[in-house]
């Protein structure tokens, strides 16, 4: 991946970094009588104003259901709610609205691939080709597909640093491979995955790839059309918007191809006992009454991205990586974990002697909240014969002097503990 | 600072730093293996039976300092203990670190001894399983299961129970 995703844009203006953490009100707090230091983005961001605003409103202002009834509210609420499908197309510069699908999450996303994808295309014998460092969403949906086609899972490995190892995966690559699954920015290394060279080779051979794009969109400008990928999952809440939302992008002509996975309402034209017929995209894919309110805070959450800029917020998080790789050297037997040369917005890292867990418990108590944990990752914990790290991830809110909290508490914890 | 140092009592620490019978034990005719998924942690309990009687005791594993400190207290402990009398202090100890509304003040539970240090978990409901991990691992070695136990799926209706996020 170009250096231009995880460093500022030439140009670039800098992030007014209090201006936008007044955008969050649940920064302004303490815990433990401390300052709240927020470091555990990489599981779920918090929410600006102007998302909080917007979900209030639907629910005061405009809410009923959506799709369904001529009246005023239900108008209004089918437009809020497919205004926020045309903001995630162009915040993907996606080629069609109707390659935009909600779901509830990345996981259901990939879900709704290996079900509508994988069990028409992928048979017994052939493959499914993942990375080392894919997070458990990206790993279980294609077991259960392999154990019930009796296909097969093959991983390209990680060097020491936490970098796919690219040779391997052009050797496994191989003519049974029917998709290739991976993530575009690892949440427990941070190590972000060369995606358009991974898509590049495996569409040379004619293989589909989905991009497991959780930890991306909130750091990174995502572009679907420029990486060519097929698939591209995320969701909403890593991203400053609402939990239980999220998003699958498809190709329409992969989409087109694809059998409803869900059953239900809103999926149909017309129902019979003897027939029904599917609605078109994206329709055929949102069985059910979304989450309506959810998905116009997504759209709500993507304005508020665009309009701070994503190059900015590149720019602002890759300093904070540089200043925390530099500032955690201090801490007495800290050892990072990941340290590919593309990383985005996390610092994983063990300390000797000391458990994760404790490390955790003694930083809450400075007011820092961090993830402790296999980080949904236990293959990555296994590569590096670990059985957890402590993670410290950042959002644009974040800052210097946070960092510099997080390296007093580590402190204050090698002090308890050694 | 106060609350934690409620957590991580000296003795504690103490117990983290110099784990007590920890290793493998030869002649064990129980063993058990825990696992907690939360946080990785793993606990194997060694345990040699003499009738209904625990003749001896060890653990090993990897873990957080509750859990370690836990483990080794607990093989202090139940040394010399029957089933009956282990069954007992286990639902003891598992009312003091959940906050068990039926709990005894730890200070007035005699049988509880030194395993009082750890009524500061009850105030962080996140780390009780770390201090279980060792006594459901017991429990398993003692029943002569074979199956490895986790804290997410035996005596979930002890309260236990937790979740996990990406």
């Known amino acids: ?418 | 600072m106060s609350d934690l140092r409620e957590l991580y009592q000296e003795l504690i620490l103490d117990h983290t730093k110099k784990p007590r019978n920890f290793g493998e034990l030869p002649g064990a005719n129980r063993r058990a293996e825990g696992y907690n998924p939360l946080c990785g942690d793993r606990a194997t309990v060694f345990v040699r039976l003499e009738g209904d009687r625990v003749a001896d005791v060890r653990f090993q594993g990897a873990g957080c300092s509750i859990s370690t400190a836990s483990a080794s207290m607990m093989t202090e402990s139940i040394k010399g203990k029957t089933r009956a009398e282990v069954e007992k202090l286990f639902d003891r100890f598992h009312r003091l670190i959940t906050c068990d509304p039926t709990r005894v003040a730890a200070n007035v539970a005699p049988e509880l001894g030194k395993l009082a240090v750890f009524s500061g978990v009850c105030e962080f409901p996140v780390r009780v399983k770390c201090a279980s991990l060792a006594w459901h691992t017991l429990k398993a070695a003692l029943a002569g299961e074979d199956k490895p136990v986790s804290t997410e799926v035996s005596e979930s209706s002890s309260g236990d129970g937790g979740g996990q996020a990406r």
């Open chain 1, 1 to 418: 991946m170009s250096l231009s995703q995880t460093r500022p844009a030439e140009g670039a203006a800098r992030l007014d970094v209090a201006a936008r953490r007044a955008d969050f009100p649940i920064l302004a707090q303490t815990v433990h009588g401390k300052p709240l230091v927020y470091l555990d983005n990489a599981a779920s961001s918090q929410k600006p104003t102007s998302v909080i605003e917007a979900e209030r409103e639907v629910y005061e202002v405009y809410y009923a259901n959506v799709h369904r009834g001529v009246h005023t509210l239900s108008m209004r609420s089918t437009d809020a709610y497919e205004g926020a499908r045309v903001k995630v197309q162009r915040f993907l510069n996606a080629a069609s609205v109707k390659e935009v699908i909600f779901t509830r999450g990345t996981t259901e996303s990939i879900n709704l691939v290996a079900q509508a994808y994988g069990r028409g295309n992928v048979g017994a014998g052939d493959e499914v080709l993942v990375s080392g460092l894919e997070h458990h969403s990206n790993i279980v949906p294609w077991q259960l597909l392999c154990a019930e086609k009796g296909a097969r899972l093959r991983v390209a490995t990680l060097a020491d640093d936490g970098s796919v190892r690219m040779d391997e995966f052009d050797t496994l690559l191989g003519p049974r491979t029917r998709l290739v699954a991976v993530a575009h920015v690892s949440n427990a290394l941070g190590t972000v995955n060369p995606v358009r060279r991974m898509i590049e080779r495996a569409h040379a051979r004619g293989v589909p790839v989905l991009i497991d794009g959780a930890q991306a969109v909130p750091h990174l400008a995502v572009d679907v059309r420029a990486l060519d990928c097929d698939f591209y999952a995320f969701s909403s809440h890593k991203m400053y918007g609402p939990s239980g939302v999220g998003v699958l992008y498809g190709k329409k002509k992969l989409l087109e191809a694809m059998p409803p996975w869900q059953g239900g309402g809103d999926m149909i034209l017309s129902v019979s006992f003897e027939k029904t017929t599917y609605n078109e995209l994206p329709y055929r894919f949102e069985a059910g009454t979304p989450h309506i309110a959810g998905v116009i805070g997504l759209g709500a959450a993507v304005d508020y991205l665009s309009s701070v800029g994503l190059a900015r917020v590149a720019g602002h998080e890759h300093d904070l990586l540089a200043y925390g790789t530099e500032r955690l050297r201090e801490v007495p037997g800290l050892r990072l974990v990941g340290t590919a040369p593309e990383k985005a917005a996390v610092l994983s890292f063990v300390i000797e002697g000391l458990h994760p867990h404790d490390i955790g418990t003694v930083l809450d108590y400075e007011g820092v909240a961090v993830r402790t944990g296999h980080h949904c990752a236990q293959p990555v914990m296994e590569r590096y014969g670990i059985p957890a790290t402590t993670r410290a991830s950042f959002a644009l809110y974040n800052t210097r002097q946070e960092i510099d909290a997080l390296v007093r508490g580590l402190q204050k914890a090698v002090e308890t503990f050694a």
